[in-house]
């Protein structure tokens, strides 16, 4: 099994930057893949980018450019780097990892206008 813990989020005025932080214990060795999530209430989660255990990135098209998700190894973290954030971005943050597939849970980001 794993267990993912989020850390990060806050409070953060437009055009502003946030890093969250997961990390990762338990079977670690398993994963292939890392990602980041989030869901506005109301709505489904929809995903934000993801980095595979060789390092190949992945960004939804709204996020590209602004976000960068990187991975620590050693330290069995991945870290999602937010720059000039919108009020759009608002939304609780979830690290996922698979395999086997798992969720932390969540960090809230909110960005004022």
């Known amino acids: 099994q794993v267990q993912l813990v989020e850390s990060g989020g806050g409070l953060v005025q437009a055009g502003g930057s946030l890093r969250l932080s997961c990390v990762a214990s338990g079977n670690t060795d398993s994963i292939e893949k890392w990602g980041w999530w989030r869901q506005v209430p109301g709505e489904d989660r929809e995903w934000v980018a993801d980095?595979?255990?060789?390092?190949?990135?992945g960004y939804r098209n709204s996020v590209e450019g602004r976000f960068s998700i990187s991975r620590n190894s050693a330290q069995s973290t991945v870290h999602l780097r937010m720059d000039n954030l919108r009020p759009e971005d608002t939304a609780v943050y979830y690290c996922?990892?698979?395999?086997?597939?798992?969720w932390g849970q969540g960090t809230q980001v909110t960005v004022s206008s």
């Open positions: 996922w990892t698979s395999p086997p597939q798992t």
């Open positions: 980095i595979h255990r060789g390092g190949l990135t």
